[in-house]
């Protein structure tokens, strides 16, 4: 059997995630097993998931995936080398691990490939550098200093699929890993798949309007089912007094420590957060060309979650299971005799591992606790919910 990884958010699991693990199977063989590496609740462009980790496992699950594993909070909120190091090196760790799928708008292994390596070169960086001097943005200094060098195939930077692409690229060459990367074309522009975009869905679901058409009758019926219940949708805009909350709690030294700081970006975060009354004003008042919006989200997020410098940077110390069918039991059966990384399936079971794994845990826990004040029926909001609950078994 032939084992596939998957990166995803899955926020929320719609028709092109399904026909994506479908392709990406019959690609390799039809018994091929998949386990994927999904961000929990909070996403990688510093906002909440529109539905919380257990439930976008269940629907993936039920959907086409077999294994469903908890990218870690810090590396889920990470910029997108960050998130790629993370999420690859969790599957990596795995020990079994045979392929990684992932979407890309060029659809071309070559090109994506000539950019990995392009990247990879130390020179590069340096180059880098010297373009960002002129005051532009990291991705336009980085685009820049990659046409100098390989011309018009720089072009593919343009486009975030590629982008995360080429960082699970370059993280499988970093870790020297024995994956075998493979690419399916994206449909659309940007993060937009075949019958709807993620966050169109998001929007037609923050709007009350229908999905099924969009996404898979068995998570469609999750979806459902977590409406009716009061568990979602989650928004930023549910959120945000609770932000605020702990912005207003926090000094100037604490924004200082969170990641991506710099120039000064902290310093004008915190300042912002004294005088605004809502996120999105904290945001504006902050902002600059230089950076990129979303960047700002991560590190609001991160602010208010406790997320430090540092915590990213290696890779992640444990593997938490959110889902599971007969197929994906058998792959943890592998992965128990393999892996390099505990797996944890029982949440007590954290008492037992490191003190990193166990701060790890609690700090994600935390953020769930942070999660379900966004949930609009109020008997759902109690805490420590992490402790408490085992994987989906389907």
Not at 202 to 219: C, S, T
Request: aromatic share 6%; net charge neutral.
């Amino acid at each position: 059997m032939k084992i596939l990884g998957i990166v995803a958010e899955y926020n929320p699991f719609h028709n092109g995630h399904k026909l994506h693990i479908e392709e990406s199977k019959i690609a390799i063989s039809r018994d091929t097993a998949t386990v994927c590496v999904m961000s929990g609740d909070f996403v990688q462009r510093g906002e909440a998931a529109i539905f919380s980790k257990y439930a976008r496992a269940e629907a993936a699950v039920r959907s086409g995936a077999d294994l469903v594993l908890e990218l870690p909070l810090p590396w889920a909120l990470s910029s997108a080398e960050g998130f790629a190091r993370g999420a690859v090196g969790l599957l990596g760790a795995l020990n079994c691990v045979d392929y990684l799928s992932f979407g890309s708008e060029c659809g071309d292994m070559a090109i994506l490939n000539s950019l990995a390596t392009a990247l990879l070169d130390p020179n590069i960086d340096v180059e880098i550098r010297e373009e960002l001097k002129s005051g532009i943005s990291y991705a336009a200094a980085r685009q820049e200093a990659l046409s100098k060098s390989i011309g018009s195939l720089a072009d593919h930077l343009e486009t975030p699929n590629n982008i995360l692409a080429i960082e699970y690229l370059k993280a499988i060459y970093n870790q020297r890993l024995r994956i075998e990367p493979m690419t399916i074309k994206r449909i659309g522009t940007g993060h937009d798949e075949e019958g709807g975009s993620a966050s169109d869905i998001r929007n037609m679901l923050e709007a009350g309007k229908p999905i099924k058409k969009y996404v898979p009758k068995e998570a469609y019926g999750i979806f459902k089912r977590e409406r009716e219940q009061g568990r979602g949708p989650v928004t930023m805009e549910h959120l945000e007094c609770a932000i605020l909350s702990r912005f207003r709690m926090m000094d100037e030294l604490d924004f200082a420590d969170i990641p991506d700081d710099s120039e000064g970006l902290g310093n004008r975060l915190f300042s912002a957060a004294q005088e605004e009354t809502s996120l999105d004003g904290i945001l504006s008042a902050a902002k600059t060309k230089r950076y990129a919006l979303s960047r700002l989200r991560r590190m609001c997020m991160c602010a208010s979650l406790g997320i430090k410098k540092e915590q990213s940077e290696g890779l992640p110390p444990y593997a938490r299971v959110l889902a599971a069918n007969e197929a994906g039991r058998n792959i943890l059966k592998t992965i128990s005799e393999k892996s390099s990384i505990p797996i944890i399936t029982k949440p007590a079971a954290v008492k037992e591992l490191s003190v990193e794994c166990r701060r790890l845990f609690e700090q994600t826990s935390a953020a769930h606790d942070l999660f379900v004040l966004g949930y609009s029926a109020k008997e759902e909001r109690r805490g420590n919910a992490d402790w408490r609950t085992s994987p989906k078994i389907i």
